[in-house]
Structure formats: structure tokens, C-alpha cells
């Protein structure tokens, strides 16, 4: 599955923005989906995930009960609700995809497909 993230951009501190990753193939439906993020001089980390059917979320502790993940199956797409923004979230954002579990995002294994990445800024 190939997959084409967009929707970042530049906001201030306490604002939200919604990232899109849109993904080619009809199998889609089948894989765990999820984003990671790498912000300036670090390593890319996880940040959220979602099972194949959408029932199961898991987050970094960094963004729970901000960001919200979420997926429409019948558009191949995954989101990224990302809210109370702060500038420590500073980043490129890249979405990814499994065919195993979407615990295997969490641990960063098995990932056999990213997108490009797109870029959040945020200001204080």
C-alpha cells in the first residue's frame, strides 16, 4: 500500500490541525495504520496507531487526550485530529502502515509501508 500524508502547516499554541494520510490499494481496509513524528536533532518516534477496523487506538503518552486517531475505510484514509497543540510538538509527521497488529506501530516493527512526511510547526 502506498500511502501520501498532507495537512500540516504552521499554528500557535492551543490551536489544532487535522493531518490526512491517503493510501492507494484495495487492501487497505486490512492494514493497521498510524503516525510517527520527527522533530528537529531527535529520532522519529510513535505517536499514535489504529487497528485495521478502526475499534482499537493506541497513543504516546506525549498526546493522549489531545490527538485523536481515526479512519474511514471506505476512503482509504487515515487522521490525525491533533488539538491543544503545543510547540514541543514541532515536527514532520509521517503515517505508516502494517499488515500485522497495530500494536507492532507502537514498538515500531513490521512496518512495511510510509508516506512522505508533512510538516507541523508550532508556536508559542
Known amino acids: 500500500v502506498q500511502l501520501q500524508a498532507f495537512g500540516g502547516g504552521s499554528v500557535q499554541a492551543g490551536g489544532s490541525l487535522r493531518l490526512s494520510c491517503a493510501a492507494s490499494?484495495?487492501?487497505?481496509?486490512?492494514?493497521?495504520t498510524g503516525w510517527f513524528r520527527q522533530a528537529p536533532g531527535k529520532e522519529r518516534e510513535f505517536v499514535a496507531a489504529?487497528?485495521?477496523?478502526?475499534?482499537?487506538?493506541y497513543y504516546a503518552d506525549s498526546v493522549k487526550g489531545r490527538f485523536i486517531v481515526s479512519r474511514d475505510n471506505g476512503k482509504n484514509t487515515v487522521y490525525l485530529q491533533m488539538n491543544s497543540l503545543k510547540p514541543e510538538d514541532t515536527a514532520v509527521y509521517y503515517c505508516?502502515?502494517?499488515?500485522?497488529?497495530?500494536?507492532?506501530?507502537?514498538?515500531?516493527?513490521?512496518?512495511?509501508?510510509w508516506g512522505q512526511g508533512t510538516l507541523v510547526t508550532v508556536s508559542s
Open positions: 490499494g484495495r487492501t487497505f481496509s486490512s492494514y493497521a
Open positions: 505508516a502502515a502494517t499488515s500485522g497488529n497495530a500494536r507492532n506501530l507502537v514498538a515500531g516493527i513490521g512496518i512495511c509501508c
Open positions: 489504529i487497528n485495521w477496523g478502526g475499534g482499537t487506538t
